[in-house]
């Protein structure tokens, strides 16, 4: 292992992103909306590969590595959510005009309470998201370079919050264009070289009753395999980190079109975290702290295998630039009007609450479990109960029919079926949870209608 040059490779890059970003924040960052939403001038090649770049991080590589079947199934619950917001939801994202999530209970349902607790909720579960992020790269530091990266990890993780802040969604949306140019090009070829030198083909009838032993050893239960998929596919349909992306799109046909790309572009590279996974448990290494970089020791040496860590910190670093500079927008929203006095300059509020959540997340990620998928899907499950059903109801139904006592009935539901099915130890719960809690969801928005049309 040359752990010297990995470190060298990633300080040059740290410079680098460093750099973009504080020539971003001379250019492009003069204002809130500059710094959280790119001046609303996103086009289709940026767009597509930031939405791409916020996807393929360390719920991808690192949990797949760990856990592939149950990766898979999350990223293909991923494919199927832009897929459809390419079919319209993105568009229509687009044309609300506004910053959040939250955003949209504060202008099409009007009501600045919903507003706020919808973004408390989005909050709490970006900050689940991420968290998952930064364990994923403490995992990739200390497997690769030991001891030092007692050191290393929080270093990485500073110098991505300072480039988020000085350049924010501009600075975000560069480092992603090349971030997922060495994303892709290197595991592109690190697959490659694996399939054609491993002695066992992989695409073979052999491999695929392999596949099936290994996928009952998993213990995934028909219900599970149904969640995963599910809270995957609603939840990147209204994470405020890809919506914020498309309030950001120049146009709504950008913004539909990015979506539709983005998806057939993760469709197609989801095989290679899944290769890497289902190779760390063939050749028992699914146990190590760190699978896929166990894997990739084997298959590859020297520089290949410094590169290989460099793009996955490269995929690990592109969600976690995008989910830091979204919760920093959701909590300025929600903040400002109280803090506005003590600070009156905008940017300088967003730029301190960015510091504060960077330090935050990782001091927090030194004290909780390392099971990174498991931590993805719990983070995403308060969310999708609670807010898909009035979003996607904003999204499909006119602005004038819209009333705040549907959205509120929708989001108590959600939540009390989400609480009662955490804590309740009835199999029927435990198993289909999410399912009931959606359904609360959407009784309460049509009790809601039906209370308001009396």
């Known amino acids: 292992m040359n752990v010297g040059l990995f470190i060298g490779v990633m300080v040059a890059l740290s410079a680098l992103y460093l750099t973009l970003g504080w020539m971003t924040s001379k250019k492009h960052v003069s204002s809130h909306a500059d710094l959280f939403l790119a001046g609303r001038g996103l086009t289709l090649f940026p767009l597509t590969a930031t939405l791409l770049a916020t996807q393929i991080g360390g719920g991808m590589f690192i949990g797949t590595a760990q856990d592939p079947f149950r990766g898979i199934l999350y990223v293909a619950g991923l494919v199927l959510g832009f897929l459809f917001l390419g079919m319209g939801v993105a568009q229509k994202f687009r044309s609300f005009n506004v910053e959040t999530l939250g955003g949209i209970f504060g202008t099409l349902y009007k009501s600045k309470t919903l507003q706020s607790i919808c973004d408390l909720i989005s909050i709490v579960t970006l900050c689940g998201i991420l968290l998952s992020q930064a364990l994923a790269m403490e995992s990739v530091v200390r497997s690769f370079t030991g001891p030092m990266g007692d050191y290393l990890f929080p270093g990485l993780w500073l110098t991505i919050v300072v480039y988020t802040l000085l350049g924010g969604l501009y600075a975000v949306v560069i480092t992603d264009v090349i971030q997922i140019g060495i994303i892709i090009a290197v595991f592109t070829a690190l697959f490659a070289y694996s399939l054609f030198t491993n002695p066992v083909p992989f695409f073979t009838v052999d491999m695929y009753h392999t596949l099936a032993k290994i996928f009952e050893s998993s213990s995934l239960s028909i219900p599970e395999i149904i969640k995963i998929v599910m809270v995957a596919t609603l939840y990147s349909m209204l994470t405020q980190d890809v919506a914020q992306r498309f309030f950001a799109a120049k146009t709504q046909t950008t913004a539909r079109l990015a979506a539709l790309y983005a998806s057939v572009l993760l469709f197609a ?18 146990g190590a702290c760190n699978p896929l970089f166990a894997v990739l020791e084997k298959t590859v040496s020297g520089l290949a295998l410094v590169l290989g860590m460099c793009a ?15 919760i920093s927008s959701i909590i300025c929203s929600f903040a400002s009007p109280y803090l506005r006095s003590t600070i009156k300059n905008e940017t300088h509020l967003s730029q301190i609450i960015i510091v504060i959540c960077g330090v935050g997340i990782l001091t927090g990620s030194y004290f909780c479990p390392k099971h990174i998928i498991d931590t993805l899907i719990s983070s995403y499950e308060l969310a999708t109960v609670c807010l898909f059903v009035p979003v996607i109801a904003a999204c499909i ?4 029919s819209l009333h705040y006592i549907s959205a509120y009935y929708a989001l108590l539901g959600g939540f009390l079926g989400f609480i009662v099915c955490a804590t309740v130890n009835i199999p029927l719960f435990k198993n289909w949870g999410t399912f009931i809690a959606l359904g609360l969801s959407l009784m309460g928005y049509l009790v809601g209608d039906l209370a308001r049309s009396k």
């Not at 590279?269 to 448990?281: D, L, M, T």
């Not at 996955?312 to 979204?326: G, N, V």
């Open 312 to 326: 996955l910190m490269a995929a690990l670093s592109s969600t976690i630039d995008s989910l830091l500079c979204t």
């Open 269 to 286: 590279f989801a095989i290679i975290p899944f290769y890497f996974g289902i190779q760390a448990q063939l050749q028992g290494l699914s």
């Open 397 to 400: 139904k006119r602005k004038e």
